[in-house]
């Protein structure tokens, strides 16, 4: 299954990890990442702690939890590529999904779009090297 088609069809909680230059770490609850193909996604962002820290720690990860009985689910490991200030193309994406965005927000949003360095299950794999989730 591809990644687009699993987040197409899969419910459940979604946590984004960035950290700051002297690497403290911040969680967020995140929506389901935009699948732009198999290495590369993008999250909505406002103009908060998450979206602070990837200024300059383009680092992050993304972990999600399916939303039936047990452990299942995905942990992206993922470098900032580019952000876009991009309204209209925002307002598009939030419309694809409501329930998230549901509220009037007039805050300044951001496109940002990361590459997918590596993808493991969310328990049961051995935990992957450096070089491995370098792609080397």
């Known amino acids: 299954m591809s990644l687009a088609e699993y987040f197409e069809h899969t419910e459940g909680t979604g946590i984004l990890a960035t950290a700051d230059p002297d690497g403290r770490v911040d969680l967020?609850?995140?929506?389901?990442?935009?699948?732009?193909?198999?290495?590369?996604?993008?999250?909505?962002?406002r103009q908060r702690l998450s979206h602070?820290?990837?200024?300059s720690t383009l680092h992050a990860a993304y972990m999600f939890i399916e939303a039936e009985q047990g452990y299942k689910g995905v942990r992206l490991?993922?470098?900032k590529q580019r952000e876009e200030v991009n309204a209209s193309l925002v307002a598009r994406l939030r419309a694809k999904q409501p329930e998230i965005y549901a509220e009037a927000d007039d805050s300044q949003k951001y496109l940002?779009?990361?590459?997918?360095?590596?993808?493991?299950?969310?328990?049961?794999?051995p935990a992957a090297s450096a070089q491995e989730r370098q792609g080397v």
């Open 28 to 45: 967020a609850i995140y929506a389901k990442p935009h699948v732009i193909d198999d290495t590369t996604v993008a999250f909505v962002m």
């Open 52 to 55: 602070h820290n990837l200024a």
């Open 77 to 79: 490991y993922l470098t």
């Open 112 to 125: 940002v779009i990361f590459r997918v360095d590596h993808m493991r299950p969310l328990v049961g794999e």
